[in-house]
């Protein structure tokens, strides 16, 4: 299924209903824990992201940006937005590229759940990785700043940006392996017989962790700010899935996109990359292992069958909301429809390493 994805996901639209937040509420609180804020304060709801709603406020002091979780009943461990804002508030001292963090809200009564607020970066989205209408030149400059971007993250000093309890000790693939299982467990609607065959084959085969680092744990082309005029990331966005662990879980989380059609988003695999001018996978490895001095990276097939399986049990998440009535984006019955042919994925990727 090809989509558009730049229309369907840029821009804001007006919130309905239950999404619509107390203003009056959200006002005071904003007075009260917003430096510089000043109100009347006007909302719209951006129309990209499934998992933790997010809003333009626009105000006289300026444009924020409030991320909220979601209402109703949730996974134990999803949307959390508190983490989101630890890690950001962090990252901004240490000069990394996110929005300035200006609170956090872990008040029920003021909009209806947990919500943070943060400065809204002004630039553009690229939600297809093909980027129409850009240049060749343009385009390999914008990957490799997306590259470049990571190596930084795997290089910022936790314990200097106050984040040293950010995660728990041991191999993070084997934390992430158990927790996707659960939630994958607990939203599941049918029994699919890939999940339950990479359920048992991906914890007895987790790799050596040789490295801990932040790990942001959605890190892709989609997920980024850039400027409007140059191929330099402003902000790195959606950090709802960091934590302390195993650098490699991002970059090859990024390289999926080489083994991933187009598509309208963020897959590279079925495009003429050479006239395109977007690099090869050995050519963002070598780039990457160079920023962040490693000989290599280790064969990726177990790392593919892992990220396909952790986006099945995302997706699976999804599909559980569309049924309950509770999913956050109108383009979520659609990406619900993607857990099996993920999970397909995901075996195919596990029989190559040995599966």
């Given at each position: 299924?090809?989509?558009?994805?730049?229309?369907?996901?840029?821009?804001?639209?007006?919130?309905?209903?239950?999404?619509?937040?107390?203003?009056?509420?959200?006002?005071?609180?904003?007075?009260?824990?917003?430096?510089?804020?000043?109100?009347?304060?006007?909302?719209?709801k951006?129309?990209?992201?499934?998992?933790?709603?997010?809003?333009?406020?626009?105000?006289?002091?300026?444009?924020?940006?409030?991320?909220?979780?979601?209402?109703?009943?949730?996974?134990?461990?999803?949307?959390?937005?508190?983490?989101?804002?630890?890690v950001?508030?962090?990252?901004?001292?240490?000069?990394?590229?996110?929005?300035?963090?200006?609170?956090?809200?872990?008040?029920?009564?003021?909009?209806?759940?947990?919500?943070?607020?943060?400065?809204?970066?002004?630039?553009?989205?690229i939600?297809d990785?093909?980027?129409?209408?850009?240049?060749?030149?343009?385009?390999?400059?914008?990957?490799?700043?997306?590259?470049?971007?990571?190596?930084?993250?795997?290089?910022?000093?936790?314990?200097?940006?106050?984040?040293?309890?950010?995660?728990?000790?041991g191999?993070?693939?084997?934390?992430?392996?158990?927790?996707?299982?659960?939630?994958?467990?607990?939203?599941?609607?049918?029994?699919?017989?890939?999940?339950?065959?990479?359920?048992?084959?991906?914890?007895?085969?987790?790799?050596?962790?040789?490295?801990?680092?932040?790990?942001?744990?959605?890190?892709?082309?989609?997920?980024?700010?850039?400027?409007?005029?140059?191929?330099?990331?402003?902000?790195?966005?959606?950090?709802?899935?960091?934590?302390?662990?195993?650098?490699l879980?991002?970059?090859?989380?990024?390289?999926?996109?080489?083994?991933?059609?187009?598509?309208?988003?963020?897959?590279?695999?079925?495009?003429?990359?050479?006239?395109?001018?977007?690099?090869?996978?050995?050519?963002?490895?070598?780039?990457?292992?160079?920023a962040?001095?490693?000989?290599?990276?280790?064969?990726?097939?177990?790392?593919?069958?892992?990220?396909?399986?952790?986006?099945a049990?995302?997706?699976q998440?999804?599909?559980?909301?569309?049924?309950?009535?509770?999913?956050?984006?109108?383009?979520?019955?659609?990406?619900s429809?993607?857990?099996?042919?993920?999970?397909?994925?995901?075996?195919?990727?596990?029989?190559?390493?040995?599966?």
């Amino acid at each position: 299924m090809t989509i558009d994805a730049q229309k369907a996901f840029s821009g804001t639209v007006a919130p309905e209903g239950a999404d619509v937040l107390d203003e009056a509420k959200l006002t005071q609180w904003m007075e009260a824990n917003v430096e510089g804020f000043q109100g009347p304060l006007t909302q719209s709801k951006f129309a990209g992201g499934q998992s933790n709603p997010t809003y333009k406020i626009s105000s006289p002091s300026g444009n924020y940006v409030l991320r909220r979780k979601p209402f109703g009943p949730l996974l134990p461990s999803a949307h959390a937005v508190d983490r989101e804002y630890k890690v950001q508030a962090g990252l901004h001292k240490m000069g990394f590229p996110v929005a300035r963090q200006y609170g956090l809200c872990t008040d029920d009564s003021i909009v209806g759940s947990w919500f943070y607020v943060m400065g809204m970066v002004d630039g553009q989205t690229i939600w297809d990785g093909s980027m129409p209408g850009s240049t060749p030149e343009n385009r390999r400059a914008t990957y490799e700043a997306m590259i470049d971007t990571l190596a930084a993250l795997h290089k910022v000093d936790v314990e200097a940006a106050g984040l040293s309890d950010f995660g728990k000790p041991g191999n993070y693939f084997g934390r992430q392996v158990d927790r996707w299982t659960k939630q994958y467990k607990l939203a599941e609607t049918e029994t699919m017989d890939e999940m339950e065959r990479l359920i048992a084959f991906l914890p007895a085969t987790l790799p050596e962790q040789t490295r801990t680092s932040v790990v942001h744990g959605d890190y892709r082309i989609d997920n980024m700010i850039y400027a409007k005029d140059r191929p330099e990331v402003l902000a790195v966005l959606d950090w709802e899935l960091s934590t302390l662990g195993d650098p490699l879980a991002d970059f090859t989380y990024v390289a999926m996109a080489w083994v991933t059609e187009n598509g309208g988003r963020s897959g590279v695999m079925d495009l003429d990359r050479q006239a395109l001018g977007i690099p090869e996978l050995d050519e963002m490895v070598e780039r990457y292992c160079a920023a962040t001095g490693r000989d290599g990276v280790p064969d990726m097939n177990w790392y593919f069958a892992y990220n396909f399986f952790r986006l099945a049990g995302i997706m699976q998440g999804i599909k559980k909301r569309v049924i309950d009535g509770t999913a956050s984006s109108a383009h979520a019955k659609a990406m619900s429809e993607r857990v099996q042919p993920l999970a397909a994925r995901a075996w195919e990727f596990a029989r190559k390493a040995g599966a």
